[in-house]
Structure formats: C-alpha cells, structure tokens
C-alpha cells in the first residue's frame, strides 16, 4: 500500500478554513476513491495551526488519480493560500498488511454515516 504523511503548518487566522475544506476532501476520498483506504487529520496539541495528514492508497497510481478527484481540486483551490509551508513524505505501509485495509476503509465510512 502506499501512504502520504503530510504536515501542513497554516496560517493562524485560517485555521477553521483549513479544517472544513480538509475534512470534505478526506470523506470525500473515502467515499468516492475505491483506491482510498484511510484519510485522517489530526492537528498538533501545542502548536494549533500545524495539521497532519496520513493517508493510505492501493498505490501511487491510486493517488495520483486522487488529485484528480472532484473533492481534492476544491480543497487544493481553497487551502494553497492558507499554507505557511507543506511537508509530504511517500512511505510504504507495513502494519496493518494488505488484507485488512478493506475492514479499515469500512470503518471509515461508518463515521461519516454516524454523524
């Protein structure tokens, strides 16, 4: 599987921009991307305008066609003048293995139905 680790550090007074245009490209890619198995955001504790991203697809070319997507191009034209910088690291995961990946993506989906 492929995965992104991204750290957005935003500017402060865009921060709640930033989150709501996130979090519709991260349930949008769960939803929409058979290719898209986890998309999670978190926002560091001591520095609130620093945001990470791990994100995980069947491959790079599951990616790449993610930054085709409809959810993504709103997002990137929303939040490229919210960044103060951006740091992306490709990886390979190793646990959980391949197979449970599809359990993982099926939780996913489950909170956004349950909100």
Request: include cysteine; aromatic fraction near 12%; hydrophobic fraction near 40%.
């Amino acid at each position: 599987m492929f995965a992104i680790l991204a750290t957005h550090v935003i500017k402060l007074e865009h921060c709640d921009a930033y989150i709501k245009a996130t979090l519709s490209d991260a349930y949008g890619s769960i939803q929409n991307e058979p290719g898209c198995f986890q998309f999670e955001v978190f926002r560091d504790q001591e520095k609130s305008n620093v945001f990470y991203l791990v994100e995980v697809y069947t491959d790079k070319v599951a990616f790449e066609k993610h930054l085709t997507t409809p959810h993504f191009l709103a997002w990137h034209s929303i939040v490229k003048e919210l960044f103060e910088s951006e740091t992306v690291l490709q990886c390979s995961t190793i646990i959980p293995e391949k197979s449970h990946w599809p359990i993982l993506k099926n939780t996913m989906r489950n909170l956004r139905n349950s909100q």
